[in-house]
């Protein structure tokens, strides 16, 4: 009666039925593989006959017939005879060797890099990469094992990990600095992509493709380089300063909070000081410099006023300056 309850497979075959899966545990509980069974292997998949444990044999794709002449291995791990009893006892699991495409990664921290022109300077980084199958028995026995059903999000977090781990070390030795970096995206993912290949093959996985997206800097230290990009933005500094200084003496004439007299003061220091400021941070003299007049010794409030313009002393009731024609008021 035990003998009748079995079911006999003529035909193993396998549809994957959603994204994800990697390995595929055939069932066969209270089933077993007569003689001349037909295995159908569909493109993108591989089929493993794992017996007592131990890989037996890996098809490609194709139709093939299990017998015991095109089994040999098969054959030799297991004996049968003419008892109404099946040749072949084995697991069968079906591995889709489809290519695992938009496997993201990146950095959950920051990491330190030594740099040529910053110092030591720590980056985030992140991207794309993608995989598929490439050893049946690597991946078999150091990844899926017996499980029934592999899938690629049981993997996720060890692939990730590992490309992270390598980032320093490939950064490091690629002597790309950090602004370069940006243009160079391309070249460091190929330096990943051949520093990382070795590593899953050890897996049963073969890296395809790994892409770089993009490389940054934590907030704090953005900041830092945004200020000296605008910096390097401004170039000459003595000459923004003498742009600042030239800015601000109008507003400051017309200020309508203090004496004409006390404007006029205020404008003569802060043209002295911006000259001080100039000549302690750009000592010759420069062509392109525009001239800034000495202030004129300060009136009596009572008798004369200033120029809103130049600075120079002028009639206190006059409309227009004598020396620079500015319009007053």
Known sequence: MSFLSKQF?????WTEPEDGILSYRFPMEDREIQNGSKLTVRDSQLAVFVNEGHVADVFAPGLHALTT???PILTYLRNWDKAFKSPFKSD???LSTRLQTGQKWGTANPVT?????FGAVRIRAYGIYAYRIGDARAFY????GSVATYRVADIEGQLRDTIVGRIADCFANSSISFLDMAGSQTRLGQEMLALLQPLFGELGLRLE????ENISLPDELQKVLDGRIGMNMIGDLGRYTQFQVAQSIPAAAANPGGSAAGVGVGLGAGAVMAQQIMGAMNP?????????????PAASA???TFCIACGHSIPKNARFCPDCGGQQG
């Open 92 to 94: 069968v699991y079906f």
């Open 284 to 296: 010759g003299p420069s062509p392109a410099s525009p001239a800034v007049a000495s202030p004129a």
């Open 209 to 212: 493709n790994f892409v770089v």
């Open 113 to 117: 890099l030594r740099d040529k022109e």
């Open 69 to 71: 002449e095109t089994l």
């Open 302 to 304: 009572g008798t004369a």
């Open 141 to 144: 026995r150091n990844l899926s």
């Open 9 to 13: 497979l003529d035909v193993i075959d």
